[in-house]
């Protein structure tokens, strides 16, 4: 089984920063694609941002040019660097990932738990 762990969130001032990160644990094959989903209160969770295995990486319109999705996969850890925050990014934060673990050595699917940020004044 692949584990993921996020950390990082936080309450933070509107145009301020936060680093979220996932590190995924376990006895791990390979990781793929990762990504970062959210989810407001009320609200569908929404796929944010996607990072292949080779570095690739795309947003969706409404965080490109303020978040930045990167990897280390030595630490297999995915990161999202989050600036000018907005209120509206005000939501709970998950980390996915496509993984194979050494005990079954089939491609599955994996969610973190979750970290909540809030952009408040």
């Known amino acids: 089984q692949v584990q993921l762990v996020e950390s990082g969130g936080g309450l933070v001032q509107p145009g301020g920063s936060l680093r979220l990160s996932c590190a995924a644990s376990?006895?791990?094959?390979?990781?793929?694609?990762m990504r970062w989903y959210r989810q407001a209160p009320g609200k569908q969770r929404e796929l944010l941002a996607v990072?292949?295995?080779?570095?690739?990486?795309s947003y969706v319109d409404s965080v490109k040019g303020r978040f930045t999705i990167s990897r280390d996969n030595a630490k297999n850890t995915v990161y999202l660097q989050m600036d000018s925050l907005k209120p509206e990014d005000t939501a709970v934060y998950y980390c996915?990932?496509?993984?194979?673990?050494?005990?079954?050595?089939?491609?599955?699917?994996?969610w973190g738990q979750g970290t909540q940020v809030t952009v408040s004044s």
């Open positions: 990072i292949t295995s080779g570095g690739s990486t």
């Open positions: 376990g006895s791990i094959f390979t990781i793929y694609n």
């Open positions: 996915n990932v496509d993984g194979v673990p050494i005990a079954t050595m089939t491609l599955d699917n994996y």
